[in-house]
């Protein structure tokens, strides 16, 4: 359209940037500029002393007087050339500069904010102006979404954070004024605003809503997704983003584990546990306290994720037990080593030097009497006939045998006895067995599901 509401029609003129300037000859005997497409037609007749393509044919034209204005293929000019200077800026906007001051048309001519501004950028979509050393924000219609009265503009995330004397507010990237400026500093935490005031932190959603109080020491720090480290007194606790209490503020200090799984200290140089949920799963008392199975974090669940290898010092040694995420003890602290085969399967050593193992669910279906446990091939994401991923195979030296095997799957299910000279996985038409050898010959197949 046309600043007087015209439809602009190209015909047959395909436009793109793929013009070619000529140059034609007055009487006064002068040279004028034009344009043409790739197939010859004039779109520019040549009678300006410069011609810049701007876009969609749309061209900025300037006579002999150093003057410019718009010119739209089929309309002609579309503005008067009486511009120092035209400039596009963003997407949808012409800057136009006229004794020294800014303005705004759009692509159609039609003057979007008057040349009475001293600068004017895009920014995020949106035009920043500035006016003696004060600035706003209007939209790419010339819509006034921020007044021109601020010392400085700041776009974070979805907010502008506005300064004036020193003190900060902020505005939505509506123009709805969400907080008033009164604040020493405001930065912001993807949906939400962290704000300062005299020493103090607290944080709000993007309605300005206080979600996390204004009374902390330090600035809340997202440590996983919505949940956030406050401290008060040397002391630190997790709140939130709705502002519900998770961690109670009186740890030395807080790490995450995983996104769901979080680990506290107190001052007796112990380590802890809670959950996403605010739920504690290991008090005060170990040593150290490890991921044994990562979780994707990229996987959204109803339920906490993860698994806890714990270090327990006890009788004068180190021992180790396996907690769920959940806060549900899946092995005692109390094997010499721990180690995971797959996210349902946990080989536990006991002091003799004898392996066992446990599932995901806290059930033991290895009994610590096995000389080594290992994982049967090709195994780790097959789930057996409860959902339960891999299989097993347990070894166990008898005498006068010597080393004899056997299967298991994760859910416990002796699948073949321990009694096999060798226990190993074949494909067979593609299908994966298990296939038990006695005295070095099959003698069973198996087919894993």
Not at 7 to 29: R, S, W
Not at 127 to 146: A, C, H, M, R, T
Not at 338 to 359: C, F, M, Q, S, W
Not at 422 to 439: C, K, M, P, S, T
């Amino acid at each position: 359209m046309t600043s007087s509401g015209k439809k602009i029609l190209y015909g047959n003129v395909e436009m793109n940037d793929d013009f070619e300037t000529f140059y034609q000859e007055a009487e006064d005997g002068e040279e004028y500029m034009g344009m043409k497409d790739a197939q010859g037609n004039i779109i520019v007749p040549a009678k300006y002393t410069d011609v810049e393509y701007i876009k969609g044919g749309i061209f900025v034209v300037e006579h002999n007087d150093d003057k410019k204005g718009l010119y739209q293929y089929y309309s002609g000019e579309v503005t008067p050339l009486i511009y120092d200077d035209m400039e596009m800026i963003g997407v949808e906007s012409i800057r136009t500069e006229l004794n020294g001051k800014y303005g705004i048309l759009d692509l159609y001519g039609k003057e979007i904010l008057p040349p009475v501004y001293d600068d004017i950028e895009e920014y995020y979509r949106h035009l920043k102006v500035e006016q003696n050393d004060k600035y706003g924000i209007f939209d790419s219609k010339g819509k006034k979404l921020i007044p021109i009265e601020y010392d400085d503009i700041d776009r974070k995330y979805d907010f502008y954070i506005v300064e004036k004397n020193d003190k900060y507010g902020a505005y939505s990237k509506e123009g709805k004024k969400i907080l008033p400026v009164s604040y020493d500093g405001i930065d912001d935490s993807n949906e939400h605003l962290i704000i300062e005031k005299n020493d103090k932190y607290g944080m709000v959603n993007k309605k300005g809503k206080i979600v996390i109080p204004l009374k902390f020491d330090e600035e809340p720090y997202e440590i996983a997704p919505g949940l956030y480290t406050v401290e008060i007194n040397d002391k630190t606790g997790m709140i939130s983003s709705s502002g519900k209490t998770i961690i109670p503020i009186q740890y030395e200090y807080i790490d995450e584990i995983s996104r769901d799984i979080f680990e506290v200290n107190k001052e007796n140089g112990k380590y802890g546990a809670y959950n996403s949920k605010g739920k504690k799963i290991a008090e005060e008392i170990y040593e150290d306290i490890d991921l044994l199975y990562r979780v994707d974090n990229s996987i959204e669940t109803k339920n906490p994720q993860g698994i806890l290898k714990v270090e327990l010092y006890k009788d004068h040694d180190y021992k180790y037990g396996i907690i769920a995420a959940t806060g549900k003890m899946i092995a005692p602290a109390k094997y010499w080593d721990i180690d995971d085969l797959t996210p349902d399967i946990y080989v536990v050593r006991n002091e003799a030097g004898k392996y066992g193992a446990y599932n995901s669910k806290g059930e033991m279906i290895a009994p610590e009497i096995y000389d080594d446990i290992e994982l049967l091939n090709d195994t780790e994401e097959r789930r057996d006939k409860n959902g339960l991923y891999g299989y097993i195979v347990v070894s166990e030296y008898k005498y006068g045998k010597g080393n004899v095997y056997g299967l298991i799957s994760a859910s416990g299910e002796v699948l073949l006895p321990t009694k096999y000279s060798d226990i190993e996985d074949e494909r067979i038409y593609n299908e994966l067995h298990a296939v038990g050898y006695i005295d070095e010959e099959p003698a069973i197949y198996l087919k894993i599901e």
